[in-house]
């Protein structure tokens, strides 16, 4: 019984990760899109809590759908409604790149679903006792990817400038105008 309302809770969480996933590039309002994504956050979460990496699923919602999405939303809040936000309308180079991205995804899903039906995937994850614990994504994220923590972080501060700059250009031009 226990297994089944696992597998029952999964198939909830991955549905809801997926409807929420559609959402966030589905609406064209900025706003929902952003809490589309807590959504997404919180049912990766959860995931994550079936998976039994309890820390990164606490630091999933404390961080991401606490700290980050509600700094994006205050953006998102200060900047929206107007035509000239940068998510205002897109070119058709942007349509193109979109149905390109989700092209390649589709790709990505079926070869993976080809190569496990044909039994070419391993079905034995290799995951230690230590998996998800926070000694082990420190060693990680000092060790192995270091690179990439880096990137993020630098990404990260970026778009935090980024927004303080729109808001700032936006505010020079409410007061011209």
């Given at each position: 019984m226990g297994n089944f309302l696992?597998?029952?809770?999964?198939?909830?969480?991955?549905?809801?990760?997926?409807?929420?996933?559609?959402?966030?590039?589905g609406f064209t309002n900025p706003f929902y899109s952003a809490l589309s994504l807590i959504g997404n956050l919180a049912s990766l979460a959860v995931l994550y809590l079936l998976a039994s990496a309890?820390?990164?699923?606490?630091?999933?919602?404390l961080v991401y759908a606490g700290a980050v999405m509600v700094m994006f939303l205050f953006?998102?809040?200060?900047?929206?409604?107007?035509a000239d936000a940068p998510w205002a309308g897109g070119g058709r180079w942007l349509q193109l790149a979109a149905l390109v991205a989700g092209a390649a995804l589709l790709v990505e899903v079926v070869v993976?679903?080809?190569?496990?039906?044909?039994?070419?995937l391993s079905d034995e994850a290799a995951v230690s006792g230590?998996?998800?614990?926070?000694?082990?994504i420190g060693k990680l994220f000092l060790t192995d990817h270091l690179l990439a923590?880096?990137?993020?972080?630098?990404?990260?501060?970026?778009?935090?400038?980024?927004?303080?700059?729109?808001?700032?250009?936006?505010?020079?031009e409410g007061e011209r105008s």
């Open positions: 696992v597998w029952v809770i999964w198939i909830v969480a991955a549905l809801a990760c997926l409807g929420t996933g559609m959402a966030v590039v309890e820390f990164v699923a606490a630091a999933q919602i953006v998102i809040a200060y900047l929206g409604g107007r993976a679903l080809l190569l496990k039906a044909g039994g070419r230590s998996f998800g614990s926070p000694a082990e923590f880096e990137i993020t972080s630098i990404v990260l501060l970026v778009a935090a400038v980024g927004g303080v700059v729109l808001g700032m250009r936006s505010d020079a």
